[in-house]
């Protein structure tokens, strides 16, 4: 039947070395979609009660996105999903590349993995083949000769690869998953739950077809999507993206932002377009969330101004799916001299927020943490919290072989990431993130350690967006950036689209940002429910960003699966799939108040200089009314059982 999905899922238990495949019920991608909604319903189902992350009993899902593969755009994401080992918690890592329709190729939606190898094993399938391989001898090698040796070991031409580094082998708990030599699956630490269960790899080499319902009809849209893509008229220099912060952070109005805009700057530079606008804005934390834009001002932002990343970008670098292409491979004269492109997350953690000028060693830190396998955005935060607490006389040189921690020393920042990658000396103490270093040090030390729940969060300040700091402290996946914001919701314009959720106006006071009420918690509810759509489908959030009217997600939907659901179906669909997230949760003993955000993200006490002066989030009534939004109890953030059972069961 033409589809879209292909309505199978494979289940691998390494400890049996059992291989079998599921048929799943229409009934649940209705109610869940695939991608990470049918993830969620396999995990809360198969994962028992307070199993260990790093156990035998976690299971580990490689999901696609029911719209992959389907002639639609900016659709080429996959997601990781399972019980994180560095929040205890629903984990969840997206990534971008080409892995995504491998997954479909072999002939499903997802593949999940369970149990424990006594040693090193890849999982190889093709359209016939599902077998669990040895991999000892890649043991100890970094993702892309690990990528490289599959690649050559299984010899087929169309093979994709999604494999973890010595972070990940070490159990670093800020350890990811890589594709195409240098994409990222990093957050949750979910590269460590490969690690133990000594899963290297998986390698995809399947060729099936995947069928939609009406592919004119998703071709039509896909062409009206692209127009809108491929306008592209002439933009201002790298260098002066920063004056254009500066104006944006002294305007009393805001104009809502089209993400059109945003789309000219992604095609133009990438994410590296907001290296400088962002810390003039007050958007990106500086000096382990403690400086300013008085601190990182033009000057020291300027060594990472947007056009230093393109003069060097050898070829543009698209994700399946992409026409916009806001990625790219870089020449460089370090270590390495060939590369990913930074994103702007790796750029401001190794730059910013550790106060480092040194362009050089962001290249080479980008590249040693791709092949490390570990989280850029975790690893940066990390250094910039050993660096406070060198500054606090807590870490000394008696820990860290002499090397001075002083801010703005790229050596020291490369110091701290080598070991943290190797897990040798400082670094083993680091390996596990900031929650877990400041416990094991003591003496203050969790004064610095800015985290929710245990993850560090994006480089997005919270007391320039008030939305960020409601959702890194409120989503099942706590410290995530990618899940909502104030901004976000003015550039989807899902109100043009949706009936019934809140209308942003082309104008509006920049004060009345801060001011805590109802309306943020309608918004932050629908920004939830969309992001499980999008992710449900695989599609690329920066896509989403062009406006809903522009990409149209929902309707590429039913033209996928033959559905005839409006975009509030969608949108409670959405919110049916926060539910069973956020249920996994409760059922694994977490206390979803203890995920709040640490107060200095939260301006407890409030800066006295800089973008974000005065400012301080009423963040726990944000949460409260977040989650009434939900109908779960707005004193706990736990959803009832009677709704618990109709949500995760839902009759199936």
């Known amino acids: 039947m033409k589809k879209g999905y292909m309505g199978k899922v494979l289940v691998v238990d390494l400890s049996t070395r059992e291989i079998w495949e599921e048929t799943i019920p229409d009934t649940v991608y209705k109610s869940y979609l695939s991608g990470m909604g049918l993830g969620a319903w396999m995990l809360y189902n198969r994962i028992p009660a307070n199993a260990d992350p790093l156990g035998p009993d976690n299971m580990l899902g490689f999901m696609s996105g029911l719209l992959t593969g389907t002639g639609s755009l900016f659709t080429g994401r996959w997601m990781v999903v399972g019980k994180s080992p560095l929040t205890g918690a629903w984990g969840e890592a997206n990534c971008g590349g080409h892995f995504s329709p491998a997954i479909k190729r072999c002939g499903f939606d997802g593949i999940f993995v369970r149990g424990k190898s006594d040693t090193p094993v890849y999982l ?67 590269g460590a739950v490969m690690g133990a269960k000594r899963l290297k790899a998986v390698v995809l080499a399947g060729t099936q077809r995947i069928v939609p319902h009406n592919r004119d009809e998703i071709k039509r849209l896909s062409q009206i999507c692209n127009r809108w893509v491929q306008f592209q008229p002439p933009f201002i220099s790298g260098p002066l993206t920063a004056p254009v912060g500066a104006l944006m952070r002294i305007l009393p109005t805001v104009l809502t932002q089209d993400g059109l805009l945003y789309k000219i700057l992604l095609k133009k530079w990438g994410t590296v377009s907001m290296n400088q606008m962002s810390p003039e804005m007050g958007d990106s934390p500086i000096k382990n969330w403690k400086g300013t834009n008085k601190d990182w001002g033009f000057s020291k932002s300027y060594s990472s101004n947007p ?71 975790s690893a940066g935060a990390t250094a910039a919290f050993a660096m406070e607490c060198f500054e606090k006389g807590i870490i000394t040189t008696a820990d860290t072989d002499g090397v001075e921690l002083t801010w703005g020393n790229p050596k020291a920042v490369e110091y701290l990431i080598e070991k943290m990658a190797r897990r040798e ?20 030390a969790d004064e610095y350690a800015i985290h929710a729940g245990g993850q560090e969060p994006g480089m997005h300040d919270s007391r320039n967006d008030p939305g960020f700091a409601l959702h890194y402290s409120v989503e099942p996946a706590p410290g995530r950036h990618t899940n909502g914001a104030g901004l976000y919701y003015e550039m989807y314009q899902l109100w043009k689209v949706a009936k019934g959720i809140p209308k942003i106006p082309p104008m ?22 969309f992001m499980n759509v999008i992710n449900g489908a695989g599609v690329c959030m920066f896509g989403s960003f062009i406006g809903a009217k522009r990409i149209r997600i929902f309707d590429w939907l039913n033209a996928a699966a033959g559905w005839q659901f409006t975009p509030e179906d969608y949108l409670e669909t959405g919110a049916r799939v926060q539910t ?42 944000m949460m409260a009314d977040y989650w009434e939004e939900f ?17 995760t069961i839902n009759g199936i």
Not at 357 to 374: H, K, P, T
Request: charge should be positive; glycine fraction near 10%.
């Open 124 to 190: 190889y399938c093709d359209d016939h083949v599902r077998e669990i391989r040895d991999a000892t001898s890649l043991w100890g090698q970094d993702t892309v000769e690990t990528e490289n040796a599959l690649i050559k070991t299984v010899n087929r031409p169309n093979a994709k690869v999604a494999c973890i580094g010595p972070a990940g082998e070490s159990i670093s708990l800020i350890s990811g998953i890589s594709t195409d030599k240098g994409r990222m699956a990093a957050r949750s630490g979910l």
């Open 307 to 377: 056009d230093v990343f393109t003069k060097c970008e050898r070829v543009k670098y698209h994700c399946y799916s992409c026409p916009l292409g806001c990625g790219g491979i870089c020449l460089t004269n370090g270590k390495y001299q060939e590369t990913h492109k930074p994103e702007y997350e790796t750029v401001l953690a190794l730059g910013g927020l550790c106060m480092n000028q040194d362009v050089d060693s962001i290249f080479y830190l980008n590249e040693l943490l791709n092949r490390m396998g570990m989280d850029s955005i």
């Open 425 to 444: 000396g400082i670094g083993d103490l680091l390996a596990d993130g900031v929650k877990v270093a400041a416990a094991k040090i003591g003496n203050g």
């Open 508 to 529: 509006y006071l920049k004060s009345s940002k801060y001011k805590t009420s109802k309306r943020h918690a309608e918004i932050g509810a629908v920004n939830s429910k």
């Open 580 to 621: 069973l997230k956020q249920a996994f949760n409760i059922k694994h003993g977490i206390e979803p108040k203890a995920n709040k955000i640490t107060d200095r993200a939260l301006g407890i006490a409030a800066q006295t200089q800089g973008a974000n002066k005065g400012r301080t989030v009423d963040v726990d009534t």
């Open 631 to 647: 109908g779960w109890d707005p004193s706990t953030g736990k959803p009832s059982q009677e709704m618990t059972n109709r949500e």
